[in-house]
């Protein structure tokens, strides 16, 4: 009985491998990741963790609109993930997330995002989060989203529960050729 379903699951892998991806998903999902980025944080009203102006430049995880069946949730989404390999930046790690700046939305108040920096003063504090997806108190901010010549521009301002500041802005280029 193991044997068979072993099997089974094998042919059943074999299968999807064999298939692979539809030319569309191909071409969006090409779209969406290893563009070269760059990427500049000024962060404020945080002496004791992240006061400073922050830079770093390579390539993104992934940097724009997803469609539904590139989603988990199966909705579209706006998403930054940076880098994809850490290349020695005072930026270390850069996630942004918006359900509502998709199609030709292009300013937002709700969003997601996350900056772990190398501090200025030293060290590395635990990352930045605001979440006005799902309100916080006193959690704010406006994401705005500049979409030209196949590149990407984001501006994020925002401010956290402590009044700890965030001015982000990441410029996406078009996809690396494969």
């Known amino acids: ?9 094998a ?4 299968t999807i ?3 692979g991806m539809s ?21 404020g009203n945080s002496p004791k963790l992240y006061n400073g102006a922050y830079t770093s430049s390579g390539v993104a995880r992934m940097c724009g609109e997803t469609d539904p069946l590139q989603s ?3 909705e579209r989404a706006f998403l930054l993930e940076f880098p ?3 290349n020695g930046g005072t930026i270390v790690d850069v ?10 939305v292009r300013e937002t108040g709700n969003f997601f995002v996350s900056v772990t920096v190398k ?3 030293g060290g590395q504090p635990p990352a930045y989060v605001v979440d006005t997806e799902r309100p916080a108190p006193r959690n704010s901010g406006t994401a705005s989203l500049s979409v030209k010549d196949r590149g990407a521009s984001l501006r994020v301002q925002a401010s956290d529960a402590l009044g700890q500041t965030l001015d982000l802005s990441v410029t996406c280029g078009p996809s690396r050729p494969s």
Request: with cysteine.
């Open 84 to 86: 994809l390999d850490y």
């Open 95 to 104: 996630r942004f997330h918006s359900k509502t700046l998709v199609g030709s």
């Open 1 to 9: 009985m193991t044997t068979s379903l072993n099997s089974c699951a």
């Open 72 to 74: 988990f949730t199966g």
């Open 23 to 43: 030319p569309i998903a191909a071409a969006a999902q090409a779209a969406l990741l290893q563009r070269p980025t760059t990427v500049a944080a000024t962060m």
């Open 17 to 19: 491998v064999a298939v």
């Open 11 to 14: 042919a059943w892998l074999l």
């Open 119 to 121: 501090a200025a003063i």
